[in-house]
């Protein structure tokens, strides 16, 4: 099968019927072969699907989204890979937006979230070469058909919508986003993306707790800056945070 739409993101698709990890598949290959950029892998089922953080990622047979897209973003900075991140997040609120009318949001950095369960996740690892992003692996986890979850606060799209889906669609219509988004990324329209970012933003302008590195704090979540760290006010004083150094406290 092949992706229809899509000028360069989804050219080349291929479909193993399981896998480790379809970022583990396409990060071998890019080290072992030529890959064009916009090349995809996806399976039905991943034995060591990987998170953000070391999680593990779980998914039922034949039932989610689990794809891998080849970028080869050398015109970025390394500085600016986040925003990677957000067009990803981006191009998956683009697709998950139209079924469910709304209601999808990021919870930064950049997970999908409906309804405060999250319901996508995104993996991104990259290759450097000198100073220049050689290629990144974007893995999206996206839960379609599957109806039951041991993990609490997570959802999927059948859940929330009370439909089947058809996974394929899906994926052809997430890569097409994706690629609208990263010709935007690559044009360095950077306010147009931190913009959309900062609409989608789960709670902002909320007060919220957070776990930071010397303890517990309170503060309302204000939007992220040029480096993709959180801006919060806490107590009226902005202060920005990394990807380690806060957490959220539901
Ligand atoms: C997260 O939210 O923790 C990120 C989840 C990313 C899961 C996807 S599924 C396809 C790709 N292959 C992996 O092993 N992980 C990503």
Known sequence: KIFAKPLFLGKKVDFLPQCH????????????????????IYTDHQL???????????????KNVLMSILLRPKFLSPTKQFYLNLITGLAIVDVLGEVLEGKVELKWPN????????????????????????????????????SGFNMHGATSLSLESGKHHDRFKLMELVVAQLEKWYLKLKGSNYEVILESYHDLLMWRGELHAFKGVAGTFKGEIVGINQHGNLAINVDGKLQYFGLKEVEFIN
């Open 21 to 40: 990890s379809t970022n583990d598949e396409l990060l071998l290959l890019v080290k072992n072969s030529v890959v064009q950029e916009g090349s995809v």
């Open 48 to 62: 060591k699907g990987r998170g953000q953080r070391g999680n593990v990622w779980f998914d039922e047979l034949g």
């Open 111 to 146: 997970d999908v979230y409906v309804n405060d369960r999250k319901i996508a996740g995104i993996l991104i690892e990259s290759n450097l070469r000198g100073t220049s992003l050689e290629s990144a692996v974007i893995g999206i986890g996206l839960n379609v058909n599957q």
